[in-house]
């Protein structure tokens, strides 16, 4: 069974940071392309950033140079170290594993980040 699992969201004052973790169970995190969304209310989910399975990352514009995915592979984990957080940046944020090869997408349960003063 494949599980993913969010941790780290919270409250933080913008320019603040906070540092997410999504650890999987049931596939390896090395194979997959691993990736961080986010929903924040009345929007629709969009694409954070992404890690390949050989390590390439990317991030939408809007957190380039803000945001950074890495991976643990001994811990079978994934990170989203979030700097500079704005009040924009408040939203749902989920872990997500995909193979299109294999037709499989999953999803972790997601966790809240709210950045306010």
């Not at 603040?16 to 596939?27: D, M, Y």
């Not at 090395?30 to 992404?50: C, D, F, H, N």
């Not at 944020?93 to 037709?103: D, E, Q, S």
Request: aromatic share 10%; proline share 3%.
């Amino acid at each position: 069974q494949v599980q993913l699992v969010e941790s780290g969201g919270g409250l933080v004052h913008p320019g603040g940071s906070l540092r997410l973790s999504c650890a999987a169970s049931g596939i390896s995190v090395t194979i997959y392309t691993m990736g961080w969304y986010r929903q924040a209310p009345g929007k629709q989910r969009e694409l954070v950033g992404s890690i390949t399975s050989g390590g390439s990352t990317n991030y939408t514009h809007s957190v380039n140079g803000r945001f950074t995915i890495s991976r643990e592979n001994a811990k079978n984990s994934m990170y989203l170290q979030m700097n500079s957080l704005k009040p924009e940046d408040t939203a749902v944020y989920y872990c997500n594993a995909k193979k299109p090869l294999w037709g499989v997408d999953y999803w972790g349960q997601g966790t809240q980040v709210t950045v306010s003063s």
